[in-house]
């Protein structure tokens, strides 16, 4: 006969042997044994290509635990805190962090498996930069200046640059953009949203073209008696920079 277990505990064991027509009963000594407790099976896994969308994000996965599990961010925890630091909650975030979470968990074991311990770094990237503008080019008769307006940001210091300031200049007021002319050309317009604590940096460009425009003009002559005088034709114009020669 086999005396049998199933759980881990300390144990003590005797047998009792009965007799019969030649044998008295007897039993036998009390021996001791133990069944250790097994190693906890728990696995805890930290989530990969995590990104910043504005809810709250669980950080990791928990598999085949024995005992309630407990967690922390950023504190280590031990037989000896895991109650009163701990949170059986699965640990989840909003904010995007590179760097990364350290997500300490314990699980406290049961009456046949041992408690475990054990940390897993896990990242929240930053979510790719939102940057829109109206429009993908611009136009004006020079010397009259162009605009754009930005319609949608991540929220970021916004900069723009021209990229050559010898044929236009570039100014940023509010949302709109204004580039000013100083030759008839075309000029490339850089816009850049830098990088804040949820989202990437992200630049776009846009063409602003500036062409020849028509010179408005009047001319106006000498209406009169003959007089034997040279009269001339007099010639203005209102077109800003126009030149008559």
Do not use: R
């Amino acid at each position: 006969t086999t005396a049998t277990t199933l759980n881990a505990g300390e144990y003590y064991m005797y047998a009792v042997i009965a007799g019969d027509t030649n044998y008295n009963d007897c039993t036998t000594s009390t021996t001791a044994f133990t069944i250790l407790k097994a190693n906890n099976t728990v696995v805890v896994t930290g989530k990969t290509e995590l990104k910043y969308t504005g809810l709250s994000q669980e950080l990791v996965t928990v598999a085949n635990a024995q005992g309630e599990m407990y967690f922390a961010i950023g504190t280590e925890l031990t037989k000896d805190n895991y109650n009163s630091v701990g949170n059986t909650a699965i640990p989840a975030e909003t904010n995007a962090n590179i760097d990364g979470y350290w997500v300490y968990w314990y699980c406290v074991g049961n009456n046949n498996y041992d408690a475990k311990s054990g940390n897993v770094k896990v990242t929240i990237d930053k979510a790719d930069g939102i940057l829109e503008l109206s429009a993908n080019s611009v136009s004006a008769e020079y010397p009259n200046t162009a605009s754009n307006t930005i319609t949608k940001s991540h929220g970021g210091l916004i900069e723009v640059k021209s990229s050559n300031n010898e044929i236009a200049t570039v100014t940023l007021t509010g949302s709109v953009i204004t580039i000013t002319p100083l030759q008839q050309n075309e000029v490339e317009i850089s816009v850049t949203c830098n990088e804040t604590e949820n989202y990437k940096a992200k630049t776009i460009t846009f063409t602003a073209k500036f062409t020849v425009g028509e010179i408005s003009y009047s001319a106006s002559s000498y209406t009169g008696i003959y007089d034997e005088n040279a009269h001339g034709i007099t010639v203005t114009s209102s077109t800003e920079g126009a030149q008559i020669s």
